[in-house]
């Protein structure tokens, strides 16, 4: 049997209550130490909200600008197509005026060549040298001598004789004159004959050394006891 002086005491124990209370007091401080930091940055100028809107607001803007550059290459790229068009329709404007220009030239020596033939500028009738052009050869020094006889005004007779000629220039410091029988690459004689007109040409060869400066045309018409002589300058022509 116990005693006055003992006493029995039974505890009770609230294991979940516990656990409870502990789990509020830690959700608590979580809680309460997240409110102080967010409120720390919130008082450090910085907000995550505003952070976020910041973000979007800026990838918006980037994306508006991307869109603006976009349009503009395009822009610029359809400028360059138009100006290569542009440039294009130019240089075919010019070539065909340069075209044009080139046969109304054509058209003009011919209708001066043909006038010269019906009514010549002397007033004279008979035979005449029209044109002398020297041209490039197939060789150094060499060179294409084209002579353009005409007949004015007796087209009802044909005219028929012999061409000469000969170059006038310096050699060695020294003025000389080389005849066709001398400086010519095939046969040195140049006969014609024509009722209108007629083209004689020749090919000769200069010595390098010799530079050139006239050029003497000699024609000894068949049925006339007077040649015509004429002296053109020395220049070289490309067509």
């Not at 040195?188 to 040409?201: A, G």
């Amino acid at each position: 049997m116990p005693t006055d002086t003992q006493r029995l005491v039974v505890k009770r124990h609230a294991p979940i209550k516990a656990a409870l209370i502990w789990g509020i007091v830690i959700v608590g401080g979580t809680v309460c130490l997240l409110g102080a930091f967010e409120a720390g940055r919130i008082r450090a100028g910085y907000s995550m909200m505003a952070a976020e809107l910041d973000r979007r607001a800026k990838s918006a803007q980037i994306e508006e600008l991307t869109a603006q550059l976009r349009t503009t290459q395009a822009r610029l790229a359809e400028a360059e197509v138009a100006s290569r068009v542009d440039r294009e329709a130019y240089r075919q404007v010019e070539k065909s005026l340069a075209d044009v220009e080139a046969r109304l030239s054509a058209q003009s020596q011919e209708l001066t060549f043909y006038r010269g033939i019906v009514n010549p500028s002397d007033g004279l009738a008979g035979l005449a040298i029209q044109r002398l052009q020297v041209l490039p050869g197939i060789a150094p020094h060499r060179f294409r001598v084209r002579i353009v006889l005409i007949q004015a005004a007796r087209q009802d007779a044909v005219a028929n004789g012999t061409a000469d000629l000969s170059v006038d220039g310096m050699r060695g410091g020294r003025a000389v004159s080389l005849p066709l029988a001398q400086i010519g690459t095939s046969s040195n004689s140049l006969s014609f004959s024509f009722r209108y007109f007629q083209v004689v040409e020749t090919e000769i060869e200069l010595p390098a050394d010799f530079l050139p400066e006239r050029v003497v045309i000699e024609v000894r018409p068949a049925k006339a006891a007077a040649s015509i002589r004429q002296t053109y300058p020395w220049k070289l022509e490309t067509t």
